[in-house]
T-cell receptor, first 111, second 113 residues
Framework: DVKVTQSSRYLVKRTGEKVFLECVQD?????MFWYRQDPGLGLRLIYF???????EKGDIPEGYSVSREKKERFSLILESASTNQTSMYLC??????????FGPGTRLTVT | AQSVTQLGSHVSVSEGALVLLRCNYS??????LFWYVQYPNQGLQLLLK??????LVKGINGFEAEFKKSETSFHLTKPSAHMSDAAEYFC???????????FGAGTTVTVRA
């Protein structure tokens, strides 16, 4: 089974802090994605990556950056967390058959 | 560009009744379509997918969906609801050119005993 893990299930940070969300997949997938999920809005794509050291902006990249130094790991970075970034963050990966495999999510609260 | 509209943010059904979740899509190219389920405090799990083969797609847990090009729809059904079907369901579409998915807003299903 494909496994996508995320470093934290719940996270509480203060406004202005730098926040790192880590995602690791164990199936050698080339493509990885970061989404945020908010009630009534579904999932919105923040950033994605087709390969190591490659990144592409999604629909809502403002306030976020990413890093992919190794194929299995894709990190989402909030340079200066703000309260409007309180959300559920979901990581996903795919080899290319379009079906994306999701991690359990990180519920981030910024106070 | 692709987009998805899920009709109804909340659906309530009785145990044993039909579950019908509606999804309409917009795509400039032949679409690939997906239904995902999310149980409380979990990530998304694939229920089924349409990738231009059979128009009636069967998935896990007794769910199925029918691709109707003329109606640009991909509605999800289950003949008999079970308490364990209570969850949030997301329809998603991709154009197949890249691997980006566009998701609907989601439909929360509650099942009454």
């Amino acid at each position: 089974d494909v496994k996508v893990t995320q470093s934290s299930r719940y996270l509480v940070k203060r406004t202005g802090e730098k926040v790192f969300l880590e995602c690791v997949q164990d199936m050698d997938h080339e493509n990885m994605f970061w989404y945020r999920q908010d009630p009534g809005l579904g999932l919105r794509l923040i950033y994605f990556s087709y390969d190591v050291k490659m990144k592409e902006k999604g629909d809502i990249p403002e306030g976020y950056s990413v890093s992919r130094e190794k194929k299995e790991r894709f990190s989402l970075i909030l340079e200066s967390a703000s309260t409007n970034q309180t959300s559920m963050y979901l990581c996903a990966s795919t080899r290319g058959e379009f079906e994306q495999y999701f991690g359990p999510g990180t519920r981030l609260t910024v106070t | 560009a692709q987009s998805v509209t899920q009709l109804g943010s909340h659906v309530s059904v009785s145990e044993g009744a039909l579950v019908l979740l509606r999804c309409n899509y917009s795509s400039s190219v032949p679409p690939y379509l997906f239904w995902y389920v999310q149980y409380p405090n979990q990530g998304l799990q694939l229920l089924l997918k349409y990738t231009s083969a059979a128009t009636l797609v069967k998935g896990i847990n007794g769910f199925e969906a029918e691709f109707k090009k003329s109606e640009t729809s991909f509605h999800l059904t289950k003949p008999s609801a079970h308490m364990s079907d209570a969850a949030e369901y997301f329809c998603a579409v991709t154009g197949g050119i890249d691997y980006k998915l566009s998701f609907g807003a989601g439909t929360t299903v509650t099942v009454r005993a």
